[in-house]
């Protein structure tokens, strides 16, 4: 499940084996990808449906301080929604990603591509007050918030948005397209009528058609040249394992970017632990 660059320099995006992550490589640089952490959901569970559910922060914390540890990156990007609130972070859900971000290792960079839930997010995680920054216990230096539309990693290597909204060019027109927001699932059944839902990566090819007519697109290469082949696609699992998400093999499911699934050409689905399931709707 390795992508390759289509430029000289070496870019690969190689999922970590059983989790919903992924580890970037561009030049010397090594990122790891994380997608839909959704800081407090438990939280928004209670205040939205009146759902009762015990807090997972400290599990999903070690599950994401576990995969940093064993993976060792230079830096942490996470492809939108931290948070799961859609405005500013409330309490639990603030405490949560609070000790979290404590809990990072001093040397680490982290990056934000900010997500549909991500709210003024900048607001307190890069505080421009400096004494503001002062009262948080860990380097606000060392985080980046970038837009939800998304930057790209190296020199055009890899490009990484969340998902929900259409990339900026520079993100689409490099080796690899990575992204979040969907938390893809595929619903598999046995012999006897059993059924669960699992959930995975989807990878593939950009199909051109939704971006050809859109002038924000003028010049990128591969539109402008039929010759040059598109970027190649990773839609990431979501890193909460409580959120749901789009079932992509079972019809008429409606996917939430709006480039899906029109902009995937020739798409497989991967289980978690690399299980090769082949196209996604015929799974």
């Known amino acids: 499940m390795s992508e390759e660059s289509r430029r000289p ?14 580890i970037a490589t561009v030049g010397s640089e090594r990122a790891l990808l994380v997608a839909d952490y959704h800081a407090g959901y438990e939280a928004g569970l209670r205040y939205e449906r009146g759902v ?18 064993a993976s ?21 859900e ?6 979290l971000f404590e809990a990072f290792p001093p040397t680490l960079g982290v990056t934000v591509v900010k997500g549909n839930h991500d709210g003024g997010i900048e607001d ?16 606000t230096d060392a985080v980046t918030i970038a837009p939800g539309n998304g930057i790209a990693l190296g020199d055009r290597a890899i490009g990484v948005c969340h998902g929900h909204t259409w990339p900026a060019p520079a993100v689409l027109d490099c080796d690899v397209l990575c992204l979040g927001h ?23 090819r950009i199909d051109p058609a939704p971006f050809l007519d859109r002038p924000e697109y003028e010049g990128v290469s591969w539109l402008a040249d039929s010759a040059v082949e598109p970027p190649r696609v990773v839609v990431m699992p ?3 394992d409580l959120v749901g998400g789009t079932w992509v093999n079972i019809p008429n499911q409606s996917f939430l970017s709006p480039f899906l699934p029109a902009g995937l050409a020739d798409g497989e689905a991967y289980l978690l632990d690399g299980t090769r399931l082949g196209a996604y709707q015929s799974v």
């Open 124 to 139: 307190w995680l890069t505080p421009e007050n400096p004494s503001e920054a002062a009262a948080l216990e860990f380097d």
């Open 238 to 240: 979501a890193f909460n």
């Open 52 to 69: 009762d559910v015990p807090s997972n922060a400290p599990e999903r914390r070690e599950r994401l301080l576990d995969v940093l540890e």
């Open 9 to 22: 320099a070496a870019a690969r995006v190689e999922p970590v084996p059983g989790e919903p992550a992924a």
């Open 182 to 204: 969907e938390h893809p699932c595929v619903r598999l059944e046995d012999e006897i009528g059993g059924s669960r839902v699992e959930r995975t990566w989807l990878r593939g």
């Open 72 to 92: 060792n990156p230079d830096r942490l990007v996470v492809l939108g929604d931290l948070m799961h609130s859609i405005g500013d972070p409330g309490g639990a």
């Open 94 to 99: 603030r405490g949560e990603l609070e000790v």
